[in-house]
């Protein structure tokens, strides 16, 4: 089973701030997704990276695939307090669909 | 677009009976459906991969007698926890895809069992 590592799992910081979240595995993935979750909802898509090298950015954020498709991070310039929530990336197993979650980073972006 | 529904929001059960969530996709036709379990303040959990009139694949440790999965419709799943223990409160959620490999996900389920 393929495996997911995200870091760090908790982030607190000031508004106005730059942050990185890593997500590290020694496996390759087909694709991979990174996602935000509100307390007591289902996770939300925000980006789907799948060729090895890939940027996208969406507004302030910068979602970046590594060369060999076994690793992601994902930036946020001048956080918001509505930044907050729960960050997972999650990998896509050999072209199956099937996801493999990172562990979350929660991010607490203060006023 | 893209939607998944999820119902009930939240249930609350008395230990030893039985619990059917519901997944809908709204807008798509989902051939694959996965069912997630996530405990407080942690990842997800894949329990169960569903495709359309097949049977479906669990992961290693779940019980599938216990989690019954149907997916008679490529727009519902459903998820039957069976004999629902307060071990197994939790919070569900399902997502579902389509002819893309990317996953849309329900609003959850919080199970409760008292």
């Known amino acids: 089973t393929q495996l997911l590592e995200q870091s760090p799992q908790f982030l607190s910081i000031q508004e106005g701030e730059n942050l990185t979240v890593y997500c590290n595995s020694s496996?390759?993935?087909?694709?991979l997704q990174w996602y935000r979750q509100e307390p007591g909802e289902g996770p939300v898509l925000l980006v789907t990276?799948?060729?090895?090298?890939e940027v996208k950015k969406l507004k302030r954020l910068t979602f970046q695939f590594g060369d060999a498709r076994k690793d992601s991070s994902l930036h946020i310039t001048a956080a918001q307090p509505g930044d907050t929530g729960l960050y997972l990336c999650?990998?896509?197993?050999?072209?199956?669909?099937?996801?493999?979650f990172g562990q979350g980073t929660t991010l607490q972006v203060k006023p | 677009g893209a939607v998944v529904s999820q119902h009930p929001s939240w249930v609350i059960c008395k230990s030893g009976t039985s619990v059917k969530i519901e997944c809908r996709s709204l807008?798509?036709?989902?051939?694959?459906m996965f069912w997630y379990r996530q405990f407080p303040k942690q990842s997800l959990m894949l329990m169960a991969t569903s495709n359309e009139g097949s049977k479906a694949t669990y992961e290693q440790g779940v019980e599938k007698d216990k989690f019954l999965i149907n997916h008679a419709s490529l727009t519902l799943s459903t998820l039957t926890v069976t004999s629902a223990h307060p071990e197994d409160s939790s919070f569900y959620i399902c997502?579902?895809?389509?002819?893309?490999?990317?996953?849309?996900f329900g609003p959850g389920t919080r199970l409760t069992v008292t």
């Open positions: 807008d798509f036709q989902a051939t694959t």
């Open positions: 990276v799948v060729t090895g090298g």
């Open positions: 997502s579902a895809s389509g002819s893309t490999y990317e996953q849309y």
């Open positions: 999650a990998g896509e197993e050999n072209n199956t669909g099937k996801l493999i």
């Open positions: 496996s390759v993935f087909s694709s």
